[in-house]
Each structure stands twice: as C-alpha cells, then as structure tokens.
C-alpha cells in the first residue's frame, strides 16, 4: 500500500511538472532552423543557404559550418535594438537566439565582399527594415543584400 500510495504521488508530480513545462512561455512555441555556411550552393559560390530566413521570436538558428573558413556574425546597423551582435568562429557551428522582432543582416567575415551574405527576418520586419536598408554594403554583398532586402517590398 505504501509503495502504490508513493508511486501515485510521483505520477502527480511528473504530470504537474509536464503541464508547467508545456504553458511555460515559449517553450512549446521556440523552433530550431539550420543554414549552411558553403562554398557553393544553389545561389552560386560563397553562399548561406538559405540566405532567407523568416522565424518567429524565441527560435534558433544553427549556423552549420559544412565547408570550412567559414563563420556567420551580425552585420552593423541591420539589427533592432536590443538585440545582441554575435561573431561565430571560422569554421565552426554557432546557434543565435533570435529574441527581438526586426530585420538581421548576416555576413561571413572572410568572403562578405564576394557577397556572403543572409537575411534573417524575425516577426514584423519594419521595427528596423528602414535603418537596415541604410547600410552600404561593398563588393558583390551590395547586390546580394539589395535582392533579399527587396523580398520585403
């Protein structure tokens, strides 16, 4: 009787804890999403793919670095405020957290002027789509950012 007794109250607790965790905000909601970090792609040579990202406030994004010299970091003035910059390393997998709603521009430091870039767009794009669209990119990244930049037109 006592050990029934203790198991029922064990499957109490673990039913509790589940039914916290599941209305504990976020957690059920947050998603994980990957881009590669390549040397080619479907979109050319030095690409991330995708290089168009929509996720929704509190998911994850996985840099996977599949070819190597490689990283993935924020571009200056095209996050909202608030939000954290981040510089992953060369050659290796970084995860963002992307809590803040807004537009975020993504570059490989080694090959940003051959236009390695992406754009990450969480929740309403226009908290900084305006400021973000102010940034001059060089090289061939100018090109590659204006064509994702536009997809929000």
């Given at each position: 009787m006592r050990q029934l007794?203790?198991?029922?109250?064990?499957?109490g607790v673990a039913a509790m804890l589940t039914v916290v965790a599941w209305l504990a905000p976020g957690s059920a909601a947050a998603a994980e999403h990957e881009i590669k970090m390549l040397n080619k792609g479907d979109a050319g040579i030095m690409v991330f793919e995708p290089a168009w990202l929509e996720v929704a406030p509190g998911d994850t994004v996985h840099f996977r670095a599949v070819d190597k010299g490689h990283n993935a970091a924020s571009i200056d003035g095209m996050m909202p405020d608030g939000a954290a910059p981040w510089n992953g390393?060369?050659?290796?997998?970084?995860?963002?957290?992307?809590?803040?709603?807004?537009?975020?521009?993504?570059?490989?430091?080694?090959?940003?002027?051959?236009?390695?870039?992406?754009?990450?767009?969480?929740?309403?794009?226009?908290?900084?789509?305006?400021?973000?669209?102010?940034?001059?990119?060089?090289?061939?990244?100018?090109?590659?950012?204006a064509e994702l930049l536009d997809r929000l037109d």
């Open positions: 007794n203790f198991l029922r109250a064990s499957l390393g060369l050659s290796k997998d970084v995860d963002v957290t992307f809590d803040v709603a807004g537009v975020y521009g993504v570059r490989c430091v080694p090959h940003y002027a051959m236009g390695m870039v992406a754009l990450i767009v969480v929740g309403d794009p226009s908290v900084n789509l305006e400021r973000a669209r102010e940034v001059k990119h060089r090289g061939r990244a100018k090109q590659r950012m």
